[in-house]
């Protein structure tokens, strides 16, 4: 059975890589958003709940997952939060596995990943394309986030495959630091040739 082409799309936090998907989006081409999955199974009601609750009493409530609770139990603690992965990477990988069956005739498909390296995501795709901002852009927007500190930045950072490892390892690199129809013109163009093959 033929399947279609699979594009890896991933960068480091505040790259602009939700942005890209989206412009993807737009451009016609059906875009898996991994994150938004996750959200959406550990929300209210969502299929992940239970389990979840099972594993770590208390870090839920009607609201679903209580994810600043979850993520201070996990957060530096390999223990706990593969026993968390073993949670939500067996169902993030069916979910996949479904999009990708409602997308059979599609030419070309996106996978948004965000540690598609990290997690060794990179050999199930056929192509990977990393979004890549100048590390001020990054900082900058990263830093205007809610709640977000340059401690916790630097945390992040140091969890993530670096941004010139990830360029260097990338397919294709869509530079997000330019203006946004000048992006947006970049994704169109990519996604016209990868759909070529």
Known sequence: MSRPRIVGLTGSIGMGKSTVAAMFDRAG????????????MQGPGGS????????????????GVLRDELGQRVFGDA???ARLEAIVHPAVAARRQDFLRGNANAPLVVFDIPLLFEKGGNAAVDAVVVVSAPPEVQRARVLARPGMTADKFARILALQ????EKRERADHVIDTGAALAETEAAVRDLAARLAMG
């Open 29 to 40: 081409v059906p875009v898996f958003d991994a994150d938004a999955e996750v959200r959406a």
């Open 48 to 63: 992940l709940v239970p389990a979840i609750e099972a594993a770590f009493p208390g870090a839920t409530g009607p609201e």
């Open 79 to 81: 223990a706990a939060l």
């Open 161 to 164: 495959t670096p941004d010139a």
